[in-house]
């Protein structure tokens, strides 16, 4: 029997953690800066011992997201090169969706944006870029948005936190 996967990803399914997105980032970081990464590099860049920094990276090398050559020089795979610009991309999206569009600091954009950006679907990635780019070059006003649950019965977001039950929106 052919199992199928969903072409969603849900969180508890995406493998990448928020510590793992890290160090990948750290890497990508290292090679674009220095032209070379190592665990001591690693290590100094997240403010980490090297043990922690190894254990970790066995785990990614296991994933197949970096690689490690005989010199002990580490990249990232194909794999985790893109795995690193579609976490980018998401947290670039979001940060602006923040800090320009919802009104936040600077500093809680980032923040918030770095939680969230291992967190987003390829799909909604995709479409959140296709409505931030209409909202910003005007596309947005000649297209009506509309929901079917009734925001306007709240008066503040405070409202309609103290409401919520559970999954209720969920099928």
Same mark, same amino acid.
Not at 12 to 21: F, R
């Given at each position: 029997?052919?199992?199928? &996967?969903?072409?969603?990803?849900?969180?508890?399914?995406?493998?990448?953690?928020?510590?793992?997105?890290?160090?990948?980032?750290?890497?990508?970081?290292?090679?674009?800066?220095?032209?070379?990464?190592? #665990?001591?590099? %690693?290590?100094?860049?997240?403010? =980490?011992?090297?043990?922690?920094? /190894?254990?970790?990276?066995?785990?990614?090398?296991?994933?197949?997201?970096?690689?490690?050559?005989? /010199?002990?020089?580490? /990249?990232? *795979?194909?794999? +985790?090169?893109?795995?690193?610009?579609?976490?980018?991309?998401?947290?670039?999206? $979001?940060?602006?969706?923040?800090?320009? %569009?919802?009104?936040?600091?600077?500093?809680?954009?980032?923040?918030?944006?770095?939680?969230?950006?291992?967190? $987003? *679907?390829?799909?909604?990635?995709?479409?959140?870029?296709?409505?931030?780019?209409?909202? #910003?070059? +005007?596309?947005? &006003?000649?297209?009506?948005?509309?929901? *079917?649950?009734?925001?306007?019965?709240?008066?503040?977001?405070?409202?309609?936190?103290?409401?919520?039950? +559970?999954? /209720?929106? =969920?099928?």
């Amino acid at each position: 029997m052919i199992e199928k &996967k969903s072409p969603v990803q849900h969180t508890h399914d995406n493998d990448l953690t928020h510590s793992m997105v890290h160090y990948l980032l750290a890497i990508h970081k290292l090679k674009e800066t220095k032209g070379y990464a190592r #665990v001591t590099d %690693i290590a100094n860049e997240m403010g =980490l011992t090297k043990g922690s920094v /190894s254990t970790a990276l066995s785990n990614l090398r296991k994933r197949e997201l970096v690689l490690e050559d005989e /010199s002990k020089f580490l /990249s990232l *795979s194909q794999a +985790g090169h893109h795995a690193v610009h579609d976490i980018l991309s998401s947290r670039t999206l $979001m940060f602006y969706f923040f800090k320009d %569009i919802v009104g936040v600091s600077e500093e809680t954009a980032h923040k918030d944006s770095c939680l969230m950006e291992h967190l $987003m *679907s390829e799909e909604t990635r995709n479409m959140f870029f296709e409505f931030m780019k209409g909202l #910003v070059a +005007g596309e947005a &006003k000649k297209r009506e948005y509309s929901t *079917s649950f009734d925001f306007a019965q709240f008066n503040h977001a405070e409202d309609f936190v103290d409401i919520q039950k +559970g999954d /209720s929106y =969920l099928k």
